[in-house]
């Protein structure tokens, strides 16, 4: 990708971001977020960028790392993190003989999983697992577990009931996995509300993770046209 266009998309990328959240279904939402986070980070060849040959990152944000997979190849990109032709050698353990996808022989260094081809592009990230749960689970001191509105303008309510105590505490996170609230923790029964007011946050997807008597429940929530 020509670093002006590069350049552009991220200025524009999340304006453009904010426009497409409006007026979608949650499942609209969630393609719309996929296809403009791709845009933003896309990157044919970060090799030889402030780093040099056989390197990725900028020396800045990303640190410099050995790429050894992208070694004498042509930079063409933003130089951050992961990019295509790289993260294509390591999955198939291939030689790429053009950007579109057309492979050659073995290049040595052998597959790898998804796993690790995000530790090696991201290595200050850690990656979390989490099981995302659309229904209470099955435990018998909660009768009630429910988020609205949802999709919202940057106001929801979690509305619960528990027929026994339990402590219960609230995160939420961006879209990036950065934790962006935290609340106390609670001893609560019976009936329960908590308000979260989001206003001063950007639109977009976040998760909402509920500890619940030492499980955690996490439900996707959709703040839209603030």
């Known amino acids: 990708m020509p670093p002006r266009r590069e350049q552009k998309m991220e200025r524009l990328g999340i304006h453009?971001?904010?426009?497409?959240?409006?007026?979608?279904?949650?499942?609209?939402?969630?393609?719309?977020?996929?296809?403009?986070?791709r845009r933003l980070e896309a990157a044919e060849q970060n090799n030889q960028a402030s780093c040099g040959n056989c390197n990725t990152g900028d020396g800045s944000t990303f640190a410099c790392q050995p790429d050894a997979v992208c070694c004498g190849q042509t930079f063409n990109g933003h130089g951050r993190g992961m990019c295509q032709n790289g993260s294509a050698r390591w999955a198939t353990g291939l030689t790429l003989v053009s950007s579109t996808c057309t492979f050659g022989g073995t290049n040595s260094f052998g597959a790898q999983t998804w796993q690790w081809?995000?530790?090696?592009?991201?290595?200050?990230?850690?990656?979390?697992?989490c099981q995302v749960i659309t229904a209470v689970p099955n435990n018998n001191?909660?009768?009630?577990?429910?988020?609205?509105?949802?999709?919202?303008?940057?106001?929801?309510?979690?509305?619960?009931?528990?027929?026994?105590?339990?402590?219960?505490?609230?995160?939420?996170?961006?879209?990036?996995?950065r934790l962006v609230y935290e609340s106390a923790v609670y001893h609560l029964s019976g009936?329960?509300?908590?308000?979260?007011?989001?206003?001063?946050?950007?639109?977009?997807?976040?998760?909402l993770e509920t500890t619940i008597g030492g499980k955690k429940l996490v439900k996707k929530v959709v703040v839209a046209g603030k």
């Open 191 to 207: 009936a329960q509300s908590k308000d979260i007011d989001t206003h001063n946050w950007m639109d977009g997807v976040y998760l």
């Open 117 to 129: 081809i995000l530790g090696h592009y991201y290595p200050t990230y850690a990656l979390t697992t």
């Open 16 to 37: 453009s971001l904010q426009q497409a959240l409006e007026g979608r279904t949650e499942r609209d939402l969630e393609e719309s977020l996929k296809r403009h986070l």
């Open 141 to 177: 001191s909660i009768e009630e577990f429910k988020v609205f509105p949802n999709p919202n303008n940057g106001i929801f309510t979690i509305r619960m009931k528990f027929n026994s105590m339990k402590t219960v505490s609230f995160r939420l996170f961006n879209i990036e996995g």
